[in-house]
């Protein structure tokens, strides 16, 4: 079986078992208390508590998927070199996931016959945890990007290009590899593209997600951009990532190249 259909696969059923999971618990919850005829008056109520112990039944249904799920979970796939956290205007964390996206957007993009990002930019709201400094599960990356949000790479000319990096800089930084801009109170004062500047008659393919593409954070001028989405989820590819650096003997790291100089 090939990376792409791995990480597919695993996705797919560490999603089914979740909703497996919260599915049987909600209708073994939702079970009637008492058979009334279909012609009676209720003419009291008893509430039915949703949190409470699952019974025999239920628990026989899930657990199955339970021990499957934590193994999942719980699955080793690298070792960080210390803990990693996002803070704006950009920290070890928004640098190491923008590059390692854009790595994998890249690679992602030669499978599909799609157009090659030079850029990555994600949305430091889309981190949602620390990363630890030690070892790293699949659980440490469903931790930090929980959401359902599919790798997009799209086209803007340089002038989106711009008017995209000037939001980058009014909402005070996010994570971005392959640009490097410079902040003067809340304001694009420059920014190059892999040490160029701009040019505005260029077209400059962006790996982002697919929130920030459909306009997210006040992203607008995304969707005014040509838009192909990979179909891959953000942690998908991080994790294939992580793994890629495993398997070379290197661990999470911070890139250290400064992107946003702040003034």
């Not at 049987?24 to 009291?44: K, Y």
């Not at 499957?68 to 990693?84: N, S, V, W």
């Not at 699949?138 to 000319?157: C, K, R």
Request: hydrophobic share 40%; proline share 5%.
């Amino acid at each position: 079986m090939n990376q792409t259909i791995t990480y597919r696969f695993t996705h797919r059923f560490v999603v089914t078992a979740f909703l497996t999971i919260a599915t049987t618990i909600f209708l073994c919850g939702c079970r009637s208390t008492s058979n009334l005829p279909l012609d009676s008056h209720i003419v009291s109520k008893q509430q039915i508590h949703m949190d409470g112990p699952a019974d025999s039944t239920t628990n026989a249904i899930i657990e199955p998927y339970r021990i499957k799920l934590k193994q999942l979970m719980a699955r080793p796939i690298g070792h960080c070199d210390k803990d990693m956290e996002a803070l704006r205007p950009e920290s070890d964390l928004m640098r190491f996931m923008a590059d390692a996206l854009l790595h994998e957007a890249q690679q992602v993009c030669r499978e599909l016959n799609l157009p090659q990002p030079v850029i990555c930019l994600q949305n430091t709201g889309g981190i949602r945890a620390t990363l630890p400094g030690t070892i790293l599960t699949v659980q440490n990356i469903f931790e930090i990007s929980p959401f359902e949000n599919s790798v997009v790479i799209a086209g803007a000319t340089g002038q989106q290009l711009i008017s995209i990096l000037q939001h980058v800089a009014e909402r005070g930084g996010e994570p971005l590899s392959g640009v490097q801009i410079v902040i003067n109170d809340d304001k694009l004062e420059s920014a190059t593209v892999n040490g160029h500047p701009v040019d505005n008659n260029k077209i400059y393919w962006i790996a982002t997600n697919s929130y920030i593409a459909q306009g997210g954070d006040g992203f607008s001028t995304m969707t005014e951009c040509e838009i192909h989405d990979t179909g891959f989820f953000i942690r998908d590819l991080l994790i294939r990532h992580i793994e890629g650096l495993t398997a070379k003997g290197i661990k999470v790291h911070d890139p250290g190249n400064i992107r946003i100089i702040k003034k």
